[in-house]
């Protein structure tokens, strides 16, 4: 049986591979959460992916100073 790659064309892949790796979260598990507990836990990983990269901007602007 050969792995499938997560490659990014699947929004809902992205998202269950995120949940997986930063809620413990098995795929399955975010499949069957209702459609409103997804949109939630889609716009909270959205929100926190956006604080990173900000961050991540910051420092690097800081560090050319």
């Known amino acids: 049986r050969r792995k499938k790659l997560i490659t990014g064309e699947d929004p809902e892949s992205v998202y269950a591979y995120y949940c997986l790796h930063e809620f413990h979260l098995l795929p399955t598990q975010y499949i069957n959460l209702s459609e409103n507990e997804r949109a939630f836990i889609i716009a909270a990983i959205d929100i926190k992916i ?4 900000e961050a991540r901007d910051k420092a690097r602007r800081e560090m050319k100073q």
């Open 50 to 53: 956006k604080q990173e990269k």
